[in-house]
């Protein structure tokens, strides 16, 4: 049985200490007969990236750890969804959770089918309230005459030519993706473009005022990739 301890406080300025957390810790491994825990502290906010917390998950993932100990639910994480998912996961992996001021959070006890069913509901509720406050965001925005999307990209005639001249250049024998075409671009100073933009414009599809969209060369037009127009 590998089986790790987390410590984590918030702060790094010395006003705390994870090693207050670690005898609680250590007992609730000895009552369960558990010997030489793994000790992973760390000394960051629950709502930043956590590296030490993301290579725990990464070692329960690889089954490198079975059971993970933590002073409180909330040395997770502050935010209940992201918490929520996180146990979720250690779940997934056959790795145990196992609280020591929750003592009802343990996912390797009786109640876990019924712990763990309480967690994916909570967790699905918290996604449709996200979605129901991003579309009422959009809403008001919307209703306040706020544009939104991706800004209009304008091509010129004279930076299509360029981009249909780098995608069928005959010493190359090919034609070049779309997706290299626009890296291209902006390796010569044009504006960002995404790679379809530039493949609807340049089949007609968009129009860009002084350009015509002439013939697939039939020498370049012969693979795969030219004929999805990529």
């Known amino acids: 049985m590998n089986v790790a301890i987390y410590l984590r406080v918030s702060k790094d300025d010395g006003s705390q200490d994870e090693a207050n957390q670690e005898p609680d810790c250590r007992r609730a491994c000895e009552g369960r007969g558990w010997a030489d825990p793994l000790v992973f502290p ?4 629950g709502a930043k990236e956590r590296p030490v917390w993301r290579q725990l998950l990464e070692l329960a993932h690889q089954g490198k750890v079975n059971a993970v100990v933590v002073w ?3 040395r997770v994480g502050r935010t209940m969804w992201k918490t929520i998912d996180d146990v979720r996961a250690l779940e997934r992996c056959g790795c145990r959770l196992v609280s020591v001021r929750e003592s009802w959070l ?4 009786p109640a876990a089918p019924l712990l763990l069913a309480i967690f994916a509901w909570v967790a699905d509720h918290e996604r449709q309230r996200l979605v129901e ?3 009422a965001g959009l809403e008001r925005a919307r209703a306040k005459g706020v544009k939104l999307g991706r800004k ?6 004279v ?3 360029r981009a249909v001249k780098l995608r069928y250049d005959p010493k190359r024998g090919r034609a070049l993706p779309w997706p290299h075409v626009a890296r291209a671009l902006r390796r010569e100073g044009w504006p960002p473009v995404h790679p379809k933009t530039l493949a609807n414009a340049a089949s007609g599809k968009k129009t860009v005022p002084g350009y015509v969209p002439r ?11 030219a004929r999805a127009g990529i």
């Open 215 to 225: 013939k697939l060369p039939r020498s370049l037009g012969q693979g795969p990739a």
């Open 42 to 45: 760390e000394r960051e906010s």
């Open 72 to 74: 409180s639910l909330d």
């Open 152 to 157: 209009p990209v304008e091509i010129s005639s």
């Open 159 to 161: 930076m299509l030519t």
């Open 133 to 135: 406050r991003t579309r």
């Open 106 to 109: 343990d996912t390797g006890g």
